[in-house]
């Protein structure tokens, strides 16, 4: 009396990342071939533009009107840019997504519209749901425009609005339809926002590319007076590994409980809460990857020496390994709170090596206790043979 | 100085859907089952009841609270079902979304929980857009409630809800987690909602199986004095179709303009429109079929013979050929609209014989406008006919 039916089906995703500068000048062919890729145009696309940027280079919204205008065989430009305010609140509640909403469906666009968006990573992933949902779904370009976006976020899969006090309550798996990345728009930022996403690429290498470790490790001075030829080359491999592990470890829609790409994250979720968010995620990173890699050392998987290169790597680019919402972290509480955040089993990264991850499913409380107290002799050691040096 | 990667990967997606009496019967495995392709539970479930099967069943809500306290090792209810009121007016805006948002939090719901929800196809939708974007996607197990839902949108890949006044600007393409077709829940509908839903049935017939077709032209009488063994029959051939079609044709995410399931579908959706939402969406669909098959007839694709006998299903199913709002109708606005609609690319599918679809991407409005009348004509004719039989 009872029968049952199964089909299955596999959807494709692929989209280009781009990584260039002046991505706004006429004679920079990466935007137009973005929207190209649909076939003859032109098509319609609305911009959003963040406006951090737009204060940081005035002229900015001139410029992407010429762009578009220069390219009007291929983008037909819907209405004149919108600039929203970015920063954190841009993704809290759903203020940006209905202001997005709402230039869709004046502009008249359709589910092969475009929309761009221009901006850091809170304002690409507001935007990035207005777009994912509206039509159920238009063509997405995102120009991220902080280090943090262009080689984490920005080049993902995923996209969210904080909600009933919740981070990222709502949002969508939806890949974009092109990433382009804009080394000069890093020019804008203030030093602590340019510094502050590049522990993501010390947390990418350490899970997947020892190469990139060695690298860094190399580069670390350089990363830490923020030399832009540095800086670039650690964003652009820090963005492609984020993209190959996307692509390659066989859950980019994170079905399952492991998210070898969240190492470090589960304290650093819970510094920036403890800090009321005025510990930037990036800075906050710093510090999960340093603790997690002492824990990884007295647990017996990684050795002394290189725990010792991790922790100058983040010293010398100038991430401090301590915060001192650390000695009010309650360790079982964040990790429960970030097991409920994988969806109830708890699945977390450490590493035997620089580059080379396993996954454990308990964390010893205890250990991870005295794995804080270490950290804090070690940066406070640091203080003082920092402070005899001088 | 620009350089591109480009990763690309596939997501693979699949469900089953169930045909079955008394779902909620704790000897019917099917509903725990579904949960239990999650592997060892309790799996945390919170459930959304509409209120036309709880007005219809009286004793439903017990009955799903007594199922899943029977089936306690593969479901932790959390929470008393949420009562929610159904038809169009429920995704209509954002207002159940919010509830049900706010279920999942309150009720500590994660990514690897369960929504179950059981309703009419608008419940379905908001429900489901919820449920898709609450932590970027909770598990989704739908029961639908009416023909239509069960047949058409409930085993499908999207949900939607209308805002800014336009119909599903909202939505996503989710695959559910399983369908549950409980044929027992059409025994609580009105004839006429019995009825409108088959309309569905002889599109999908049309397009893709002639075999089918010929079945429901066997069973056209029974299917018009809506005798059960023939509904559910019809209802589970056309729901098996829909989804063949979505896992078979190549675009389960409607990327591109292409959309066969839309057969009748433009002037469906206009007369409805006109309509000001009095008209059913199935009945829509039926004079929806009825119109582009005389069109496919007149156009030099459909033998008379054919056309005679997708009317006279139609006819005999208790469908009305003629809606008074084709007066009013509009063909070259309604044309562009579903134009719009498609993602700005016309694509429409006509018929060469019942079960053989061509498509074509233009069509003679004043062809179109002789079909329209040719239909009055029919259906004049067969009020004649059927008034000399009396």
Known sequence: MTSTFRESFSVTHGYPVVFTRQALDPANPALRDAVAQAGPGPHKLAAVLDDGPVRAFPGLIGRFKDYVRHHRETIALAGDPLVVRGGEQAKDGMDLVHQVLELIVQRGLCRQSFVAVLGGGAVLDAVGFAAATAHRGVRLIRLPSTTLAQNDAGVGVKNGINWFGRKNLLGAFAPPYAVINDFSLLDGLAPAERRTGLSEAVKVA????????????????????????????????????????????????????????????????????????????????????????????????????????ILEVLTDMGFALWSPHL???????????????????????????????VEVDRVDAGLMRRAIARLGQYAAGLGRERACRR
């Open 206 to 309: 350490l899970i997947r590319d020892r190469a990139f470790f060695e690298r860094l490790f190399q580069l670390r001075h350089s990363l830490g007076a923020l030399e832009s030829n540095a800086v670039e080359e650690a964003v652009e491999r820090c963005a492609v590994l984020h993209l190959e592990h996307i692509a390659g470890a066989g859950d980019p829609f994170e079905l399952g409980s492991s998210r070898p790409l969240d190492f470090g994250h589960w304290s650093a979720h819970a510094l920036e809460e403890l800090s009321g968010w005025t510990l930037s995620h990036g800075d906050a990173v710093g510090v999960g990857v340093a603790l997690d890699s002492v824990y990884s050392h007295l647990a017996g998987l990684l050795a002394e020496a290189d725990l010792d290169d």
């Open 327 to 357: 000695d009010a972290l309650d360790v079982d509480a964040a990790l429960a709170s970030f097991r409920e955040h994988l969806g109830g089993e708890l699945a977390l990264s450490l590493i035997t090596a620089p580059g080379s991850r």
